[in-house]
């Protein structure tokens, strides 16, 4: 039923430092205020937390169940 409300929002890489690309949020509502998921892709994510000892290309993201609940639209 969730799916039913759901809206893609591709964003750029601007929106985090550690985005290297195509970023993305998934929302219930227009507004996007509260995203039920985020990701995007960390290519460099690897390197940085390896101390550059590691590099691996990397997509991914967060879901938040709780965000699925009963009132999606409203406030937690």
Known sequence: DALTHARFDALGDEAFDYYDGMAFDIAT???FSRP???GG??????GE????????????????????????????
Not at 41 to 46: A, I, K, N
Not at 70 to 76: E, R, T, V
């Open 41 to 46: 892709r960390y290519d460099r994510l690897v």
């Open 36 to 38: 039920v998921a985020t």
């Open 49 to 76: 937390i390896s101390s550059g000892s590691r590099h691996a290309r990397a997509i991914g993201c967060v879901i938040r169940p709780d965000r699925f609940g009963p009132d999606m639209h409203g406030a937690d």
């Open 29 to 31: 509502s227009d507004d």
